[in-house]
């Protein structure tokens, strides 16, 4: 059975960011992680491209919007493969078969009777392009930008979202695991039930670029037509609307309510089946402040921490830094210092050490594993490696990559305080050359162990690792993770330089 994950639909109004950058790659590790384990996964994401600001922002540049908008769907496109990230399905709500599909299911909630015509006053945030509602406010400003909101009164179409809050409620009660952090799960239960839901705006009556309502001079507003791009992109990759049930959906704690309230009763409306789970991530901050498109001050080029940390330096340090449920603050000294702790001086220079001394004293090869059976040391670590890789792929199974990489830096340390104890560079100096081949071989399984756990999140640098070994990433799979009886080195080199 194929599994989907998908990373939001970005809104195209401007550069991409770092918060893109994240979401990109927790739900690129998600993928990974699915293929490695031999589950067929189909990685989505895009650009939601209509809307009234893009037309401003494009008029703003003096750009026909047009070009404007594929530029900007190049630029996410460019950055994902900056960051190692490999979508399958590159979606963009100004498709022709995308507009097709957002006309048809407006047709199906009118036939339903969820969508109506009438009129809709509210708080306004330009910013946002969304209605908000008073309890929702900060002194009349937006929760998300901090911008006033201004006062609107329009005619719309409105979807009856009240009608699917019970649902909802009772589908969150019964599946208390289906939002991960478990938190935002149960923060959300308290927003259903505060009261009812207001009927919601569907559509735009002073904006033309976006999809024509049938038969209305009305545009089809971002919560339909974003929202299901995800139902486009699924039946692209050859699956079927039903298939949305085995969907992972990954996004920002800001844009929750979208995908745990709107989204599901749209599905609910069209008698479709819920996604399998949301993994919600907290934000990257600079000095305190949420990265976004509207603020200056948290404005940076994503490719200037690529550039300092490479992609997988970046990968690990997002991972690594903080859990999803906390925020946390951008800092490129803080990053730098990690990942030459842990990939460059802890990870790194243990392969090159201990493979080093392969090379140079077994040329490259190590007798089987029941030459050196009557080694304690050497069994009992490798038997904690089994049950630390265990750990590893529950971490993974909870979405989780932070716990993925704290366990395996555990791991690396006992390795580590384990080839210190042992010695086996004292083989010129009276060493037994069992004890030093028992170290090397079990030294070598390890790392080639987590040099394949990990790959999901430092694809680069386990690719580096395998190759020493002969082996190719894309060959490799968890069932692989047992043990090599036969260690052969092809080559030795330096995986991550510190940077």
Same mark, same amino acid.
């Given at each position: 059975?194929?599994?989907?994950?998908?990373?939001?639909?970005?809104? #195209?109004?401007?550069?991409?960011?770092?918060?893109?950058?994240?979401?990109?790659?927790?739900?690129?590790?998600?993928?990974?992680?699915?293929?490695?384990?031999?589950? /067929?996964?189909?990685?989505?994401?895009?650009?939601?491209?209509?809307?009234?600001?893009?037309?401003?922002?494009?008029?703003?540049?003096?750009?026909?919007?047009?070009?404007?908008?594929?530029?900007?769907?190049?630029?996410?496109?460019?950055?994902?493969?900056?960051?190692?990230?490999?979508?399958?399905?590159?979606?963009?709500?100004?498709?022709?078969?995308?507009?097709?599909?957002?006309?048809?299911?407006?047709?199906?909630?009118?036939?339903?009777?969820?969508?109506?015509?009438?009129?809709?006053?509210?708080?306004?945030?330009? =910013?946002?392009?969304?209605? +908000?509602?008073?309890?929702?406010?900060?002194?009349?400003?937006?929760?998300?930008?901090?911008?006033?909101?201004?006062?609107?009164?329009?005619?719309? +179409?409105?979807?009856?979202?009240?009608?699917?809050?019970?649902?909802?409620?009772?589908? +969150?009660?019964?599946?208390?695991?289906?939002?991960?952090?478990?938190?935002?799960?149960?923060?959300?239960?308290?927003?259903?039930?505060?009261?009812?839901?207001?009927?919601?705006?569907?559509?735009?009556?002073?904006?033309?670029?976006?999809?024509?309502? /049938?038969?209305?001079?009305?545009?089809?507003?971002?919560?339909?037509?974003?929202?299901?791009?995800?139902?486009?992109?699924?039946?692209?990759?050859?699956?079927?609307?039903?298939?949305?049930?085995?969907?992972?959906?990954?996004?920002?704690?800001?844009?929750?309510?979208?995908?745990?309230?709107?989204?599901?009763?749209?599905?609910? #409306?069209?008698?479709? /089946?819920?996604?399998?789970?949301?993994?919600?991530?907290?934000?990257?901050?600079?000095?305190?402040?949420?990265?976004?498109?509207?603020?200056?001050?948290?404005?940076?080029?994503?490719?200037?921490?690529?550039?300092?940390?490479?992609?997988?330096?970046?990968?690990?340090?997002?991972?690594?830094?903080?859990?999803?449920?906390?925020?946390?603050?951008?800092?490129?000294?803080?990053?730098?210092?990690?990942?030459? &702790?842990? !990939?460059?001086?802890?990870?790194?220079?243990?392969?090159?050490?201990?493979?080093?001394?392969?090379?140079?004293?077994?040329?490259?090869?190590?007798?089987?594993?029941?030459?050196?059976?009557?080694?304690?040391?050497?069994?009992?670590?490798?038997?904690?490696?089994?049950?630390?890789?265990?750990?590893?792929?529950? =971490?993974?199974? &909870?979405?989780? /990559?932070?716990?993925?990489?704290?366990?395996?830096?555990? !791991?690396?340390?006992?390795?580590?305080?384990?080839?210190?104890?042992?010695?086996?560079?004292?083989?010129?100096?009276? !060493?037994?050359?069992?004890?030093?081949?028992?170290?090397?071989?079990?030294? &070598?399984?390890?790392?080639?162990?987590?040099?394949?756990?990990?790959?999901?999140?430092?694809?680069?640098?386990?690719?580096?690792?395998?190759?020493?070994?002969?082996?190719?990433?894309?060959?490799?799979?968890?069932?692989?993770?047992?043990?090599?009886?036969?260690?052969?080195?092809?080559?030795?080199?330096?995986?991550?330089?510190?940077?």
């Amino acid at each position: 059975m194929t599994t989907y994950t998908t990373t939001p639909i970005f809104y #195209a109004n401007g550069e991409p960011h770092l918060g893109h950058v994240y979401s990109g790659i927790l739900a690129d590790i998600f993928h990974r992680y699915r293929r490695l384990i031999g589950q /067929p996964n189909v990685l989505i994401t895009g650009t939601d491209e209509h809307g009234k600001k893009i037309a401003l922002a494009a008029e703003a540049h003096q750009r026909d919007i047009h070009s404007f908008v594929d530029e900007k769907a190049k630029a996410f496109s460019d950055l994902w493969e900056s960051f190692s990230i490999t979508p399958d399905v590159f979606v963009r709500t100004t498709d022709v078969e995308h507009k097709a599909k957002i006309r048809e299911i407006w047709s199906r909630l009118v036939n339903k009777g969820d969508i109506f015509l009438g009129s809709y006053s509210g708080e306004y945030c330009v =910013a946002c392009e969304q209605f +908000y509602s008073e309890r929702e406010l900060n002194n009349k400003r937006c929760p998300v930008h901090g911008k006033e909101v201004e006062t609107v009164e329009e005619a719309t +179409y409105l979807f009856r979202l009240e009608n699917y809050r019970q649902s909802l409620l009772t589908f +969150y009660r019964d599946n208390p695991d289906f939002i991960t952090p478990r938190h935002f799960q149960e923060s959300l239960i308290e927003q259903l039930e505060i009261g009812e839901l207001e009927d919601l705006s569907v559509s735009r009556v002073n904006n033309s670029w976006g999809v024509n309502v /049938p038969g209305d001079v009305h545009t089809v507003y971002v919560w339909i037509d974003a929202l299901f791009s995800y139902i486009t992109a699924i039946e692209r990759s050859g699956g079927s609307q039903q298939d949305i049930a085995e969907t992972v959906h990954v996004l920002g704690k800001d844009i929750l309510k979208f995908h745990a309230i709107i989204w599901p009763a749209f599905l609910l #409306a069209l008698d479709l /089946p819920l996604p399998k789970k949301l993994v919600v991530h907290s934000w990257w901050t600079i000095e305190g402040k949420k990265i976004s498109k509207s603020n200056p001050e948290t404005t940076v080029n994503p490719r200037v921490f690529s550039d300092k940390l490479t992609s997988d330096g970046l990968r690990y340090a997002f991972t690594r830094q903080k859990p999803l449920s906390r925020d946390g603050n951008v800092s490129i000294v803080d990053f730098i210092e990690l990942v030459n &702790a842990d !990939l460059a001086n802890s990870f790194a220079n243990l392969v090159k050490r201990n493979n080093t001394l392969i090379q140079k004293h077994f040329n490259g090869e190590l007798p089987k594993w029941e030459s050196i059976l009557n080694d304690d040391q050497c069994k009992a670590l490798f038997e904690t490696s089994l049950e630390v890789l265990n750990d590893i792929r529950q =971490a993974y199974e &909870a979405f989780s /990559p932070y716990e993925v990489t704290v366990r395996c830096k555990q !791991l690396v340390d006992d390795v580590n305080s384990f080839f210190h104890c042992r010695q086996p560079w004292l083989i010129n100096k009276g !060493l037994e050359h069992q004890h030093v081949a028992a170290t090397c071989f079990v030294v &070598a399984n390890i790392v080639r162990q987590v040099a394949i756990a990990v790959s999901p999140i430092t694809p680069e640098l386990s690719a580096s690792v395998l190759s020493e070994f002969g082996e190719k990433l894309d060959d490799t799979c968890w069932e692989t993770l047992s043990l090599d009886e036969n260690i052969r080195l092809t080559s030795v080199n330096s995986h991550f330089k510190r940077v």
